[in-house]
């Protein structure tokens, strides 16, 4: 039960982050191409847009950490939900990392933690999906494909941000529709989970 909430209140903090990167309040942060570095222009602003992110690393990485193990009755996949552990641990570093950042009122640590906490998250979900998949038969198989799918948003998501900010291929919006859809995947996938924990795997 626990489970499946900490997914799907990650799933609805994944969503506002997404919001928060169209500045829906205004600017936060401003990069100087002078000074190569990127100003923070407004703190309280700048912490209000990137809490949803870092909370929602720690409860989805944390989430898939304790569901792994408890989901993995089978011996099929072992190696594949091992390294999906390793993966989610990587996520929650990523995430202390953006905590320093925060801290310390530095940008760059924050920005790179979510962006590859994310990665790292999206990953290790999708290898974990990966291994559960190899073992699961039947209806076994929903948590399996709800996580890979996870897993393959979150490891897209890498790709968004050079298309966003560097190519200028990708309109702002896009971002919020991506989070929004990683999102609704983690509550979907705290709703099975729920049903897991009444009903086994």
């Known amino acids: 039960m626990a489970i499946g909430i900490a997914m799907a209140l990650g799933g609805a903090l994944w969503y506002l982050y997404g ?4 500045e829906p309040m205004g600017a936060a942060v401003v990069w100087r191409e002078e000074l190569r570095y990127t100003q923070i222009l407004q ?9 949803p992110g870092i909370l929602a690393v720690v409860l989805t990485a944390g989430a898939g950490l304790v569901a792994l193990p408890a989901w993995a009755s089978a011996a099929g996949g072992r190696w594949l939900r091992q390294a999906g552990r390793a993966l989610l641990v990587a996520a929650l570093g990523f ?11 530095l940008d760059a640590p924050v920005t790179g933690g979510l962006s590859f906490g994310t990665v790292a998250l999206g990953t290790g979900m999708l290898l974990g999906g990966l291994g559960l998949r190899r ?9 399996p494909a709800l996580m890979i799918a996870v897993g393959l948003l979150g490891v897209l998501s890498l790709l968004m ?3 966003l900010y560097a190519l200028r291929l990708l309109p702002v919006y896009m971002a919020l529709i991506v989070y929004a859809v990683f999102g609704l995947s983690w509550a979907v996938l705290g709703l099975r989970a729920r049903d897991v924990a009444e009903t086994g795997l």
């Not at 919001?19 to 169209?22: D, E, K, V």
């Not at 703190?43 to 809490?51: A, C």
């Open 19 to 22: 919001l928060s990167l169209m």
């Open 43 to 51: 703190t309280g602003l700048w912490v209000l847009y990137s809490l």
């Open 95 to 105: 995430a202390a990392l953006a905590v320093l950042g925060l801290a310390v009122r």
């Open 135 to 143: 073992a699961a038969t039947g209806q076994q198989g929903t948590v």
């Open 161 to 163: 941000w050079p298309l």
